[in-house]
């Protein structure tokens, strides 16, 4: 096999880490059928997000919230973990990589084998759903049956609190335990990966940033250029699974 230098240096970059991070956005599930928001044909060319104030303060927002939520259930359930998702579970397994910090909703790192405490959850998960207000855990699949018979969007039983999607809204205060995990494992890395995001979200961007000022290697993997490419240390404009399965070495 010819001997491709990109991959070869991201191969020793990562073999010469004491301690690395993965940092993941939509793009490294896209191998996987699952849609990202600002590629060409994303999600947001299609429709604009909902912030949480109008979910809070209108019944039509949650219906329609809950309403594209459903509509992707099929895509979410049947999503499997690519060889971008495998090649970083093996980092981890190998003692390389300490956390993996992400965007994503999809719980695709935990499918891959990568212990729950070891995924940092920016913008928490959509594969379940929980009242705002106490808490109480709803699985989808009992809330869409109600939903799909009147179209009301789902209250808790328990406290009449709205239910909704354990995921972070726009409007809507980050989780401040995995803000300040996620912080943590930034300082405390020699290397740090980010594979498949646009960097252009904020909080979750200023995770690199912290990276490389605080004297990290800033290794950046996305198909397009992002809001950060001009601090990185190499820039790998290729696609996650074959670039990072080739550099670890696996299928
Ligand atoms: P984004 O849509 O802003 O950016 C994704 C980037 O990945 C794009 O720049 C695109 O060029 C690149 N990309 C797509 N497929 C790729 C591939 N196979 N190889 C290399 N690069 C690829 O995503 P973001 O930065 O994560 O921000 C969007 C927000 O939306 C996130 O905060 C996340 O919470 C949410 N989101 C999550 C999912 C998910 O969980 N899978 C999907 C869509 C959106
Ligand atoms: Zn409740």
Redesign the pocket.
Known sequence: MAVDPEITELARTIEQARRAIVF?????????G??????PG???TRMAPIDFSDFLASEEARRETWRRRFAMEDTFRE?RPNR?HRAVAELVRRGKVAAVI?????G?HQASGIADDRVVE??GN?TYAHCLDCKTHYDLDALRIAFERDETAPICDECGGYVKTA??SFGQAMPGGAMRRAEAETRAADLFIV???????YP??GFPELAKHNGATLVI??????GLDAIADLVLN????A?LGAAVGID
Do not use: M
């Open positions: 993941t956005g939509a793009g490294i599930s896209t191998e996987s699952i849609p990202d928001f600002r590629s994303g999600i947001w999503a971008g992400t965007q994503n909703i999809d695709l920016l913008h959509t995921t972070i594979a498949g995001s646009s960097l252009v979200v979750a961007a993997i996305n198909r397009e250029p992002t290729r696609s996650i699974g670039t």
